[in-house]
């Protein structure tokens, strides 16, 4: 059963109360719980953290090059636009990696439309709120079914 990582960075812990004009009324555990049905659907399992500090993102990144862990998914909020150490965390991975953001970043602030980490991604979501998370899911598993026969 392929298993999936879903991170959390910085903020996301405030989901629901948090602007919810730009980010939903979705707490946390609804952005998780999308992902998981999405997830058990077809067939594999999603193990979820979030953190607010990026020692703690860093050390789950690293965890993941040996845990089993077969594809990352990431919103890491703030820090994808600015955390070169994330970055570099993420390049050192061999799966698959999506990043998601509720939000469409490139319609908000200037520092928002960069992300240092999208660059070491195998695709970005953006701007579906909510429903980016199973699109997330999904495209995951496409990018590991896609590995898989090549292989
Ligand atoms: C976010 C977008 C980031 O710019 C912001 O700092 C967040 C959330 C999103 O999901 O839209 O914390 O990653």
Known sequence: MPRILLLHGPNLSQLGSRDPTIYGDATLADVVAAAR?????AGAQLDDEQHEGEADLLRRLH???TDGTDAVVINAGALTHYSFALRDALEM???????VHLSNIHAREEFRHTSVTG????GIIAGF????????VRAAL????RRAAAT
């Open 142 to 145: 496409a990018l590991l079914d």
């Open 119 to 122: 660059a070491v991604a195998d």
């Open 129 to 136: 709120g909510i429903d980016g998370y199973p699109l997330a």
């Open 93 to 99: 991975l061999d799966v698959p990696i999506v990043e």
């Open 37 to 41: 049905a999405e997830a058990i659907g």
């Open 63 to 65: 965890l993941a090059r």
